[in-house]
């Protein structure tokens, strides 16, 4: 006992000049980062508003930050697949996921076991904006209107088929919520993301679906879809003569979905805030703001406070609804 109290003094110097030297190290690393490409993890297929945030943060930011940015899709489980995988690596910068309103607040009440928690396991880095989605049919679509469709929904013979980017999704809930609204029970047609959904209802193997805006304009403008309401409360400028569905016989409906991106839960902040930085700036680029506006996405660029305390509001505005609606993935 009496050595060990006289090797005391020696083992705290020790110990002190032990963290004197690693934590000037530790911040060097950070100065230093990024030495190698970067991970951007798209948790769906290409061809949805998820994978072209990635590929434009891709084409803009690895300039600024000196490194190229890898898109690496990984779909599946209504984006809770690729999630898992990015809470699970390292926190070093390396590995970022593009986060969705499913997959970082919807899933979680969803699904039996995501994997992952969407709050405690990452680190929020910007909130890429907000868009609504839309009720589409196909252009041949005997459905003209809302209307149409509310009568044709409400007949028992057959129920209408409708699609969506996977379970819980925002395409999901949107038509729950439709269906609860008007009274009428929907064949509810999963798909893993927005462009396989979207080609099921082109090729007609469902009837409708509410698909994001900015994934589903470019079939909208080809003629080859027909969108007959938007899901927020106020029109969109991107189809300014669509009405909302809260002005077309459904007061209070609202569905909007987000797109944000997060780094796995310890990531250190010095490069949590150089990835906000990069990414804000690209957000401010006029021709990138053209692109998304006309996809019908509303800019946002709010930081990791500020999407933090959005998204922690979104976990439990979903808990009730899929409670409430009884919304569970087998």
């Known amino acids: 006992m009496t050595s060990f109290r006289k090797l005391m003094p020696r083992w705290s110097f020790m110990v002190m000049a032990a963290g004197l030297i690693m934590a000037p190290a530790a911040a060097n690393a950070d100065d230093k980062w990024p030495e190698r490409p970067i991970s951007y993890i798209v948790p769906f297929t290409p061809g949805g508003v998820t994978d072209m945030i990635g590929r434009i943060y891709s084409t803009n930011i690895g300039d600024s930050l000196g490194q ?66 839309v009720l589409v049919v196909r252009s041949d ?4 209107s809302v209307d149409d469709l509310i009568a044709a929904a409400k007949k028992k013979e057959e129920a209408l088929s409708v699609g969506s980017s996977g379970i819980g999704s925002s395409q999901h809930l949107a038509a729950e919520l439709f269906g609860s609204m008007v009274g009428a029970k929907l064949l509810h047609v999963p798909y893993k993301g927005s462009a396989p959904s979207l080609q099921a209802l082109v090729a007609g193997e469902i009837d409708l679906l509410f698909d ?31 009405k909302p569905l809260d002005q077309l016989g459904l007061p209070g409906y609202e569905v909007v979905s987000w797109q944000a991106t997060f780094a796995p839960a310890g990531t250190p902040r010095p490069i949590i805030d150089k990835l906000h930085k990069a990414m804000y700036a690209t957000l401010q680029r006029p021709e990138v703001q053209e692109r998304l506006h006309s996809a019908g996405l509303t800019v946002s660029g709010a930081g990791p406070e500020e999407l933090r305390a959005f998204q922690e509001a979104e976990v439990a505005k979903w808990a009730k609804v899929a409670r409430e609606a009884n919304i569970k993935a087998q």
């Open 68 to 133: 190229p940015i890898v898109v690496e899709n990984r779909p599946g489980t209504g984006g809770s697949l690729g999630s898992a995988t990015v809470a699970r690596a390292k926190p070093d910068g390396y590995t970022l996921v593009g986060g969705t309103i499913s997959s970082h607040s919807i899933n979680v009440s969803i699904y039996p076991d995501i994997g992952y928690d969407p709050v405690k396991d990452f680190e929020p880095i910007i909130l890429t904006g907000t868009l609504p989605n």
């Open 141 to 144: 679509s005997p459905f003209n």
């Open 212 to 242: 994001n805006l900015t994934s589903a304009m470019p079939l909208i403008q080809a003629g080859r879809l027909k969108p007959l309401a938007i899901t927020s409360r106020k029109p969109d400028p991107a189809l300014p003569d669509v």
